[in-house]
């Protein structure tokens, strides 16, 4: 592996590998001294140019546990055009010895035009582009998943798990990296969301849609359910264009108590954050028993960490 850029295209013995040196890593992150030193003397530089709470602070430690530099760029804000600031900023960053380059911007596909380019040297790792993917969160989601529910995992997929992911379809790349990853690892996804808030070409996809979150609770044996959050900052003109109000949507796609309640006794609730307590999520979900919310975060460490290890530690690594 050279690039992290999207989990559509990745083997499941890739996959699997990614998940089996994640648990690696977060078995060292339980001891006294949480610090390897696998990456001393390598650069990591982590480009935004979009805001970014967890993933950015989480690729920061996970580089710094394995003893890289980093250095964090925070690019929002730039009067340059978009093409051309992008290829500055990384003949910029390649001529101060860059070996990995964590990107998130808005613009579908830069990760993948920063990697193909030739402007930059070292590895690309994708932490978000537009709508399209944001791989190490559906690898944190899948391994939360895996410590959860399957026995043994180490070696193994997801196979035989259903998984729900419910609402904002249309504007979310954690939809599309899950789709591909859960699928590849042989779990079944159902989608929930509005015909408003779905992609055209969504039935290509390798998934089930329901229009309810009640049917697909009454209908499927669900292992996880996945909310996402309302992505107002990317409806122009507001959520109203996508459905008739707030209250409207929390009522047909909100996960609370009582819907809650409906699940197996086993199945876990999760959000990739942040969340909008009381529209998708109410807070007696998040913050019920078999919310593994936090528990995600923790684990994006461990998995950021096994990507920049994959990557960047050469082929003795794989
Ligand atoms: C997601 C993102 O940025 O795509 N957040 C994250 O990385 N944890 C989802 C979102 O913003 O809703």
Redesign the pocket.
Known sequence: MKHLLGTDGMSREDAVLLLDTAAQMAATQEREVRKLPTLRGKTVVNLFFED?T??RISFEAAAKRLSADVINFSAKGSSVSKGESLKDTALTLQAMGADAVVIRHSASGAAYQLAHSGWLRGSVLNA?DGTHQ?PT?ALLDAFTARRRLVDDPEGKGLDGLTLAIVGDVLH???VRSNVSLWTTLGAKVVLVAPPTLLPVGVSTWPVEVVHRLDHAIDRFDLDAVMM??V?RERMTGGGDAFFPSPEEYTRLYGLDRSRMDRLPSHAIVMH???MNRGLEIAAEAADSDRSVIVEQVANGVAVRMAALYLLLAGEEAA
């Open positions: 970014s967890r993933t978000g944001h969160q979310s790349r954690v996402l959050r992505q990739p954050g942040p």
